[in-house]
Structures are given as C-alpha cells and as structure tokens.
C-alpha cells in the first residue's frame, strides 16, 4: 500500500451519479493523489463531478484519466458511487468486478440478488460498524448526516419570515428566532449547532437521556419530557416506542411545540419507520409563520404528521411542513469531499498488497461486504433474502 513508486495495481472508476437531484461524485480530484500513493489507479466518467463544481481538467489535473461512462466501467477494477447504482450500470458490471457505495442493501433487495448473481463484491457503506475508532474515517452515514443537519436549518431559516438571530436596528429590534430540533444524533447536533451559529434559540430533545450532554455542549437547551424516561436500545441507537409510549411522547410533545417557530425533526430507529413526534394536531398549534422540516420524511412516513419527502405543505393555519428529501446532493461540494474521504479510506482497508482483498472475518468488512463470489454473505441481508439468497 505504501510503495510510491510501484505500479498501480487496482483501477477504481468514478461515474457519474443518476439518481434524479443526485449532485454528488464518489471521488473528488483531491483524492486522486492520495490513491495514487496507494497504487491506485482512477478513470472518472466525463462530466461526473460537474454538478458539484469539480470540472473535468481538476481531475486530469490531479492525475485521473477521464473518459467514457462505458470504458471507465469496462476498465475498472472497483466502482465506486454515492447512492445505488443505477439499472444501466448494474446491468455493465462484471463478475470479479467490485461496486463501493451507499447501497441500502436492507431495502434493495433485488439490486442485491442481482449483484450476486452477477458475481459482483457489492460493499455497502451504511453497514459500516460505526463505533469502531478504525472505522471512522470510513463512516459515510456520519458525514452525509452532518450534510443534512446543517443543509435542514438553512431551509428551514430560509422558509421563515423573520430573522434566527436577534437583530437590533433603527427601524427596530426582533426577537431571536425559537428552533426545536427533534433526535440527537448526527443530524440533530449539527442542526442545532448551526442554528445557535445563526444565532437562534435553539432547544434540543432526544429520546436517550445520555443526549443531554451533547445537546447541552452545542449550545442547546435539553428539553426533558417526563412521559418516557429513556428509550435508548443497542450501539447507541434508540429503541421503537410502545404505542403507549409513543402516544404519551406525542401528547406532551405537543404542548411545547406551539411556543417554537421552527422545528427540525431529525429521529430515526434503524430498521423501522421513523417515529411520528409531531402530530396535526400539534402542528394546529402553530402560529402562522412557523416552519417545520423533516428530515425523515419518507415512504415510510416521517417525524411530522403530514410530511411529504421533497415537498412542502402549507397547512391551514399558515405552517410549512417541508419533507426533507436527499439533503446532502444540495450540498454537493462538501458532502462529495467528505464522502470521497470516506471512499478513499475505505479502500485503504480494503486493497492489501496491491490487491482488493475481502476477508469476512474482518470486523468492518463483515459490516460493509454484501455479496462475493455469487453469494449473499452479510448475514442479515441474507436472512432478509430468505434461503434462495
Ligand atoms: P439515527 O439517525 O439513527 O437517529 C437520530 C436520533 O433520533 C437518535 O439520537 C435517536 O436516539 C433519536 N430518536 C429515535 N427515536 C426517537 C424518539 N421517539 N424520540 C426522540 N428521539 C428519537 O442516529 P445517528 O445519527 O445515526 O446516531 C445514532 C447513534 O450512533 C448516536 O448515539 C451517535 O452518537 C452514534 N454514533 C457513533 C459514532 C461513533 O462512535 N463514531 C458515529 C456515528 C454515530
């Protein structure tokens, strides 16, 4: 890995993304270099970091050669992307052939059963065991979250009509703008620490209690309900609610959230649909002018009653419900460098002795390896897959 001057001996290709509003690029020229050093060598697809302002000639210039979509799938060893491949790009890989990216194997079953059959490495990102300390600079949920955490208090800041900050002028003084940020995590402690930076009052609630601290150290006001006490589940994620539960939280959410003029809705439990906090009937509660964004919204519903990914609701009473869609492809330069450090660390891990390497028993590659050699092998994709996997 760290000879400099032996030949590169894996081709990794970067293309351009087709998810409809995708921005992003799995490489960005900066790392072009680095992977280099690593013997490396990277194609990228004409025009595939455009949208996020990295023209062809940075990649040239950095040491990429830059051609055809087609010729960069056929000569690579390893493509990588952001979100699912695409069915043209499916359809292209080979068996041997190794795809890196944010793959969702848990809600795309059939890209899965294609891959393998294709005898296709699929490795998937968001399977990464996050609270490993190797792992971190591989932990792509991470820094697209931060993306969406800072991206949702710009909307939302956006689609207010006052200011977030107290201003005082000539012509009058107004009152910092009140923002509640619903879930602690990643997301959440970046909104609301971009929110106190605009200089709102920013509040903070999260079902696990250990989320005070954090909430707490970002500037932010811990709002304690006493109808839940704690709900934090495994590796530091929070457990589903009981329909008991989840009424009672609902209830008492809803007679704090009138005196907020922006909320940020940021929970999720893994493998479930996101928690429903705020209810219509807390929404009436409103006033006119309020604005809600949720960063769950989705199929599957969202945190907001009434949500819709992608798109804005004006309620009755003068509200904007906006359903947060792929926030991080709005924010595409940033998130594509912090992603292609992610990609680039990842295959740091992956490639031993100038070769892609795969090795289950490895504690990350267990995570991230999806399929190999024609076979299913993460284990709950697998039982997900059912016996014919
Ligand atoms: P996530 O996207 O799964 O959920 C966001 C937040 O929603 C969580 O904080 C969760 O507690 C909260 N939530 C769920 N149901 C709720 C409800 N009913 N009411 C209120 N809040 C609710 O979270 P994430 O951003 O992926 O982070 C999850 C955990 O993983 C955190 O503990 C985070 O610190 C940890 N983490 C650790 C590392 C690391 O160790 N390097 C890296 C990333 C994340």
């Known amino acids: 890995m760290n000879d400099p001057i032996a030949e590169p001996s894996v081709t990794v290709c970067a293309v351009r993304e087709t998810a409809s509003g995708?921005?992003?690029?799995?490489?960005?020229?900066?790392?072009?270099?680095?992977?280099?050093r690593a013997q490396v060598s990277v194609l990228v697809e004409s025009g595939a970091g455009a949208a996020a302002c990295f023209p062809d000639g940075a990649y040239e210039r950095a040491g990429a050669e830059v051609v055809s979509r087609d010729e960069a799938i056929d000569r690579a060893d390893v493509v990588v992307s952001v979100g699912t491949p695409g069915p043209d790009l499916t359809a292209r890989l080979r068996a041997g052939q190794a795809v890196i990216g944010l793959l969702r194997p848990l809600v795309e079953p059939d890209l899965v059963r294609q891959l393998a059959e294709a005898g296709v490495t699929a490795i998937s990102l968001d399977g990464l065991p996050r609270t490993l300390s190797r792992a971190q600079y591989m932990d792509a949920l991470t820094s697209q979250a931060n993306v969406a955490g800072y991206k949702a208090v710009l909307i939302a800041a956006d689609n207010f009509g006052r200011f977030f900050p107290m201003l005082i002028t000539a012509a009058g003084t107004s009152r910092p703008a009140s923002v509640l940020v619903l879930g602690a995590g990643v997301a959440g402690l970046q909104a609301m620490g971009t929110a106190r930076r605009l200089g709102a009052m920013v509040t903070g609630y999260d079902i696990r209690p250990e989320t005070r601290d954090q909430i707490e150290?970002?500037?932010?006001?811990?709002?304690?309900?006493?109808?839940v006490a704690s709900a934090a589940g495994e590796g530091g994620y929070a457990?589903?609610?009981?329909?008991?539960e989840q009424s009672a939280q609902q209830a008492e959410l809803a007679a704090q959230i009138a005196r907020f003029d922006a909320v940020i809705a940021t929970a999720q439990v893994p493998g479930r649909r996101p928690p429903l906090l705020v209810t219509a009937e807390a929404v009436k509660g409103m006033q006119a002018g309020s604005v809600l964004v949720d960063l769950a919204a989705s199929s599957l519903g969202g945190n907001?009653?009434?949500?819709v990914a992608d798109q804005t609701v004006m309620t009755e009473n003068g509200v904007r419900?906006?359903?947060a869609g792929n926030l991080p492809a709005q924010v595409p330069t940033a998130a594509s460098t912090a992603y292609s450090h992610n990609i680039v660390a990842l295959l740091a891990e992956l490639i031993r002795d100038g070769a892609l390497t795969?090795?289950?028993?490895?504690?990350?590659?267990?995570?991230?390896?999806?399929?190999h050699q024609g076979t299913v092998i993460h284990p709950a994709v697998a039982a997900l897959l059912g016996p014919s996997a």
Do not use: H, N
Not at 217 to 227: I, N, Q
Not at 304 to 307: A, P, R, V
């Open 22 to 36: 995708e921005q992003r690029v799995a490489l960005v020229p900066e790392s072009v270099p680095v992977l280099a």
């Open 217 to 227: 150290s970002v500037g932010a006001k811990f709002l304690k309900l006493e109808s």
């Open 239 to 244: 457990r589903a609610l009981t329909a008991e």
């Open 304 to 307: 907001i009653e009434g949500s």
């Open 321 to 323: 419900i906006i359903g």
């Open 358 to 371: 795969i090795d289950p028993a490895d504690e990350i590659q267990a995570g991230v390896v999806v399929t």
